[in-house]
Nanobody, 124 residues
Framework: QVQLVESGGGLVQPGGSLRLSCAASGNIVSITSMGWYRQAPGKERELVATRISGGTTNYADSVKGRFTITRDNAKNTVYLQMNSLKPEDTAVYYC??????????????????WGPGTQVTVSS
């Protein structure tokens, strides 16, 4: 069983900043990738940023230069620093992780787990 819990969402004015956090817990053996997706009302869920264990990152074109994804492997935590926020960044932001777990001597995964989401609203 893996749990992901996001925090840091809220209301911010255009041009402002927010920092999202997501901590993974459970019988985790390893995490190969952690990332952030978002879903705005009436739209499909879309990739925001991902970071794999080796440090390689991937960003949506719409957030390049404004958002930065970092990861604390020791804490199984991923962060999303969001600067120069725009109204079009308004969405529910979801964290995910590709996780391998262990129960006794049995390994499971890797499989993808998702957090419940945190609301980010950019408005004046």
């Amino acid at each position: 069983q893996v749990q992901l819990v996001e925090s840091g969402g809220g209301l911010v004015q255009p041009g402002g900043s927010l920092r999202l956090s997501c901590a993974a817990s459970g019988n985790i053996v390893s995490i190969t990738s952690m990332g952030w997706y978002r879903q705005a009302p009436g739209k499909e869920r879309e990739l925001v940023a991902t970071r794999i264990s080796g440090g390689t990152t991937n960003y949506a074109d719409s957030v390049k230069g404004r958002f930065t994804i970092t990861r604390d492997n020791a804490k199984n935590t991923v962060y999303l620093q969001m600067n120069s926020l725009k109204p079009e960044d308004t969405a529910v932001y979801y964290c995910n992780a590709d996780v391998t777990t262990r129960l006794d001597s049995t390994y499971f995964g890797p499989f993808r787990s998702w957090g419940p989401g945190t609301q980010v609203t950019v408005s004046s």
